[in-house]
Every structure is written in structure tokens, then in C-alpha cells.
């Protein structure tokens, strides 16, 4: 089987925020009704490197495929000109474990959930009269549920 290989810069030209509303919606639904596995994560702390990382996965059951995320957050990064965060997916098929895709998306699939679970919320919880909303925050995540709403 070829391994499909994406970069964040296709990523992002593919993945859609009305898309990654509805997934993330299916996705709650899919956990609430009992029809998704996801175990707990997983924190590597670099204490030495003001850094972490993180390792999470799920599985949509019977799906034809479930997802392994790492991602890391090396807080002094910044300081030598390279990002804070860097991360990827891994993508393997559920009917026999090969590595079926690579996703090196720097936090971009996770930040685009973010921002589809802020949606999601503002969808069901806020008062249907509202027309303003006010975000607390100026980075990526703020443009993301700015954008996402």
C-alpha cells in the first residue's frame, strides 16, 4: 500500500473549517453513542528544554482507518528563531496496521478542531439573539474561532 505523505501547506489548502465542523460534530455524536474509542494521552515532559510532548489517538469503530497525534510545545523555541509547535498525524489501516498516510501538520489539524468544538459550542449553548462575540486572545487560536464561527 503507498503511503500517502501531506505537509501542512497541503493541508491546509484541503482541509475546509465547514468540513472540520461537521467532523468534529460527527465525532461527538460518534462518542456519545458509544461508537469511538479514544484512550488517554500521553505527556513526554523535557523539563531541561522548557519542552513536552503530547500523544494522542482514536478510532471511530469500524472505520477503515484510526489516527495516532504527536505533538510537541518547546516554549523557548521562539528564542532561536523556530516555532513553539511542531506535530504530526499518523494514519493506519484498523483492518491491519500499516501506516497508511503521514500528516506533518505543525498543529494545524489540531488548532482547526479547536476552533470546530468553539463553533460547535457558540452553535448550541449561546443565546440564538446574540450578534457579537468577543474573543480573549490575539494568536492562532483566536483567528481560528474568529474564523470558525
Known amino acids: 500500500m503507498p503511503l500517502l505523505l501531506l505537509n501542512e501547506d497541503e493541508l491546509r489548502q484541503i482541509v475546509t473549517i465547514a468540513e472540520t465542523i461537521e467532523a468534529v460534530e460527527d465525532a461527538f455524536v460518534a462518542l456519545i453513542e458509544g461508537r469511538m474509542t479514544v484512550p488517554g494521552d500521553f505527556t513526554l515532559n523535557l523539563p ?9 489517538g482514536a478510532y ?47 498543529g494545524y489539524l489540531t488548532r482547526m478542531r479547536a476552533g470546530a468544538a468553539g463553533a460547535l459550542t457558540a452553535k448550541y449553548l449561546a443565546n440564538k439573539t446574540l450578534n457579537h462575540v468577543a474573543v480573549i486572545g490575539s494568536g492562532n487560536q483566536a483567528y481560528i474561532q474568529i474564523k470558525s464561527l
Do not use: C, H, W
Open 48 to 56: 531541561d528544554v522548557n519542552g513536552e510532548v503530547q500523544v494522542k
Open 60 to 106: 471511530l469503530n469500524e472505520a477503515p482507518y484510526y489516527a495516532i497525534k504527536v505533538g510537541s510545545n518547546f516554549r523557548d523555541n521562539p528564542t532561536i528563531n523556530l516555532p513553539a509547535q511542531s506535530g504530526l498525524m499518523a494514519v493506519f489501516d484498523a483492518a491491519t496496521g500499516p501506516l497508511a498516510a503521514v500528516m506533518i501538520d505543525n
